[in-house]
């Protein structure tokens, strides 16, 4: 699974790169900011892309929007992820583009296929 990271917060992002490579996921880079994403997302091609809700200044639901945009049609699932619970977010998830959300806690490549409804072998064979 090739996977985009949305997330301003250096340690964090390097904790998920960090957990989701040790389950054989590949981080193919990280952004910190919606026009990195939107510009990386178009020239990696990744499996999922996972946005951070809160990007310093900047949403990460809008993120989603942008991403969702994309006019090629070939916009890859997007995983809304926080430090916070689904019960806190729900309303906003609903409400985006993205397949869902994890909260970081929970993250892994297992849970992560659950919420774009992906089977093992289809992710990550691009």
């Known amino acids: 699974m090739r996977i985009l990271l949305v997330d301003d ?19 193919v880079d990280v952004a910190c900011r919606s026009a990195e994403a939107v ?22 639901l809008d993120v989603a929007k942008l991403l969702a945009q994309d006019s090629s049609g070939d916009t890859p699932p997007m995983v809304m992820i926080s430090a916070h619970s689904l019960a806190d977010v729900a309303e906003l998830i609903a409400t985006s583009p993205a397949a869902g959300f994890l909260p970081k806690q929970d993250l892994s490549v297992d849970a ?15």
């Not at 992560?112 to 691009?126: E, K, L, P």
Request: hydrophobic residues 45%.
């Open 39 to 60: 510009k990386l997302a178009a020239g990696l091609h990744p499996d999922v892309v996972l946005i951070d809700l809160m990007l310093g200044d900047e949403c990460g």
């Open 9 to 27: 917060n250096p340690s964090c992002a390097a904790a998920v790169r960090l957990l989701l490579e040790r389950q054989g996921a590949q981080v």
């Open 112 to 126: 992560i296929r659950q919420v774009i409804g992906a089977d093992s072998t289809a992710v990550g064979n691009r």
